[in-house]
């Protein structure tokens, strides 16, 4: 059996342990603030839990307006704020400073770090230091067990005994149990995988770079946000899918000029190079 301290809450993915934390935390009406674009189910949980959202939008550059997140805390009484970080979709990091200034503010702060061990830094350590901070963590992306649904958060102590009443008993299955004692066992070899993950990333940025129709953002997780200019993003998608490479487009107007592409195996990462040399 896995060996959980008193300030983690395993969860079934990390989706369930947003939702969980919302449905403890809020009344009908109470708010939540979402700084789109990131995660979408921050947004559906919030509603699912009979919140409201308060969305404060990201700069151009998908930095967060933490001077503009503080004003929306402070005028609309918020409960919650939902940030990740490395954020989704742009695999930007919110800086240190800014979060500490956010967690001043009277309100849960919900870290989202589904990607951090692709960024190699972490809010972790303020975890005791400040109780309204929920970290939410995952063994979807570094370990690969996307499909087996697990996930945790680090929570202050009071909290996370809350939550373990909360959450379904057997809300972990079996096989997501035993696939992450394993990961966890064989940590130096999964994270070697990482450090190749970001190796790739890197040299995909480059080679993307030299695209001129195509403009890479810095990332810290394992893909790559670009910005298309002159060609359409779906148009793009549905060629590379003829062609048996699957990346993502978007439909919502801050991200339809935009296409997302996930780093695999350096064979995989030259085909999608290649063909997109083709278009």
Not at 12 to 29: M, Q, S, T
């Amino acid at each position: 059996m896995l060996k959980i301290s008193s300030n983690i809450v395993l969860t079934n993915g990390g989706d369930e342990a947003i939702d969980l934390v919302l449905r403890a935390i809020l009344e009908p009406h109470e708010v939540v603030l979402d700084a789109p674009p990131s995660f979408e189910m921050y947004r559906i949980f919030t509603l699912a839990n009979r919140g409201r959202v308060c969305e404060v939008a990201r700069r151009e550059d998908f930095t967060l307006d933490t001077d503009a997140v503080i004003r929306a805390a402070q005028t609309s009484n918020i409960k919650a704020l939902c940030l990740a970080s490395p954020n989704n979709p742009d695999g930007g990091l919110l800086p240190r400073a800014d979060l500490l200034r956010l967690l001043e503010l009277p309100a849960l702060v919900l870290m989202d770090e589904a990607y951090f061990e692709f960024a190699g830094t972490s809010a972790v350590d303020l975890a005791a230091r400040y109780p309204n901070l929920v970290i939410v963590r995952t063994f979807s992306k570094w370990a690969g067990l996307a499909g087996l649904r697990v996930g945790y958060l680090i929570a202050a102590p009071a909290l996370a005994r809350a939550l373990h009443t909360l959450r379904a008993p057997y809300n972990v299955n079996e096989a997501g149990l035993l696939a992450a004692r394993e990961s966890l066992l064989d940590v130096k070899y999964l994270m070697n995988n990482v450090r190749a993950i970001i190796a790739e990333r890197e040299r995909m940025r480059i080679a993307l770079s030299k695209f001129e129709w195509l403009t890479p953002l810095p990332s810290c997780t394992n893909f790559l946000l670009l910005r298309v200019a002159e060609r359409q993003p779906q148009a793009i998608k549905q060629a590379l899918a003829q062609r048996g490479i699957l990346i993502r487009a978007f439909q919502t107007p801050r991200l339809r000029d935009y296409i997302r592409i996930s780093v695999g195996a350096p064979a995989m990462n030259d085909a999608a190079l290649n063909a997109l040399r083709e278009l």
